[in-house]
Each structure stands twice: as structure tokens, then as C-alpha cells.
């Protein structure tokens, strides 16, 4: 039978925090070139570049002080992202211009699988957020202090696969210029980090896990503030069309 093992006792340094890094490093950029391939001003592209990491690292910090009653520490993944979707935000109401707002909104869609898929492979080699009992092809046998002597489902992988499937989908219809683009990648990233939880060791004995109900709140967040925005709500009509 084919499986992987991994070691978590690493005497240097974890590969971790190097692939977290590398993580927000490659969306950051990918982030960056699609904004400005999208007409988004080098000077705005360049202030949300350097606001989305910090506020994106911050709110994965906040969620997960948040979700273990101050008692764990990490980064999780959907604050990360509610992080990243506030810095979004923030440059839109800044800078009052509707058409480059939804053009960040977009690139930032469509980065948000690209980076969540490589930092998987950071938990891969660290053993967290790690799948449920499995001893069938590909499992994970992970030794070390961090997990003990057990063999998992690889869940990260998984992960991993599925997430950089989508965004490679959402380049190809980024780059066919369908308008429902943002939308989509959205739906289809929150339906498959909801569906594959139930593979996660944590969703063991539980009907729904604190991330699924984040994920439903999240689809019904959206959902609203799309009802709100195509009405007008957010932006006054006097400063939708701003764009120079």
C-alpha cells in the first residue's frame, strides 16, 4: 500500500511558516500583475498589496484567538480571508470608484484558492488541521510529538488539488473575460472547503463544524452584500462612475 510519512519533529526549521510565507508571497504578486492587467492604477494596486497581507494575517490570528477562547494560536484560514476581503473593501470605499473596486474584488477572488492551496502544503508538513482514521492508499502515517503515531486521510492534499483546480479555472474564465467570473470562484470555494471539512479529523463525532457555519455564514454574508451593492446601497450613484 502506498502512503506518505512525515516526521513533525524537524530539528531545523518547520516548513510552515515557509510555505506560509510563500503563500501570501505568490498571491500577493499574482494579485498585484492581475490588477494592473485589469486597468487598476499602479499606485492603488500597489497600497492594497501591501494592506491586504497585514490585514489578511491579522484577521487569521483574530478568528482562531476568537475561536479557541484565547487559548490557541495560528492563523485561520477564513479570517485570512475575511482579512483579505476587508482590505479589498477599505480601498474601495477610499478610493470611491465602483468599476476598479469590482476589479479588485475580482483579482482578489480569484488569488484567495491560489494561496489557500499552497499553505495546505504547510499544514501537510506540520501535521495540523490533519484528515480523519485511514489506512487506505496515500494515507499520511505522521510521527513526532506534535500528532503521535497515526495514519490519516490526506486531506491537505486534497486541499491542495482542489484549490489550485480552481483557480486554475478562474484564470481561464479571468482570461475569457466572463463576467460572472467572481461570483463562481466564490461558490465553488466555499462549497468545497465546506464539503471537505467532513474528511477533517476535527468533524469526528460533529454534525457541523465551527468552519462549515462560518462558510454558510459567509455565502449568506455575500449574498446580501450583492443584493446591496447592484442596488446601490454601498456606493451613492454620484460616486459609482469615478473611474478616470
Given at each position: ?17 515557509v ?34 497581507p ?11 484567538y ?20 476587508g ?64 495514519c ?93
Amino acid at each position: 500500500m502506498l502512503s506518505i510519512h512525515i516526521d513533525t519533529d524537524y530539528s531545523g526549521i518547520s516548513p510552515y511558516p515557509v510555505l506560509i510565507l510563500l503563500s501570501f508571497a505568490v498571491g500577493i504578486a499574482v494579485m498585484y500583475l492581475l490588477n494592473r492587467k485589469s486597468g487598476i492604477e499602479r499606485r492603488i494596486a500597489g497600497y492594497l498589496s501591501f494592506l491586504a497581507p497585514m490585514m489578511s494575517i491579522c484577521g487569521g490570528f483574530t478568528l482562531t484567538y476568537i475561536s479557541t477562547n484565547g487559548k490557541g494560536a495560528g492563523l485561520s484560514s477564513i479570517g485570512g480571508l475575511v482579512g483579505m476581503y476587508g482590505a479589498v473593501i477599505t480601498m474601495a470605499l477610499i478610493i470611491k470608484d465602483r468599476i476598479q473596486g469590482e476589479k479588485m474584488l475580482r483579482s482578489c477572488t480569484l488569488v484567495l484558492p491560489l494561496m489557500y492551496s499552497i499553505s495546505k502544503t504547510g499544514c501537510l508538513f506540520a501535521g495540523c488541521c490533519h484528515g480523519i482514521g485511514y489506512h487506505g492508499p496515500l494515507c499520511i502515517e505522521y510521527t513526532g510529538e506534535r500528532t503521535g503515531d497515526i495514519c490519516v486521510f490526506p486531506i491537505q492534499l486534497a486541499e491542495t488539488a482542489v484549490f489550485l483546480g480552481i483557480f486554475v479555472t478562474g484564470a481561464v474564465l479571468f482570461a475569457r473575460r466572463n463576467k460572472h467570473t467572481t461570483k463562481l470562484i466564490a461558490v465553488v470555494s466555499l462549497t468545497a472547503k465546506f464539503g471537505l471539512d467532513f474528511l477533517r479529523e476535527s468533524h469526528t463525532e460533529k454534525i457541523i463544524t465551527f468552519n462549515q457555519v462560518l462558510c454558510i455564514a459567509l455565502a449568506v454574508t455575500a449574498l446580501a452584500a450583492d443584493i446591496a451593492y447592484n442596488r446601490g446601497i454601498v456606493f451613492r450613484k454620484k460616486e459609482i462612475y469615478s473611474h478616470k
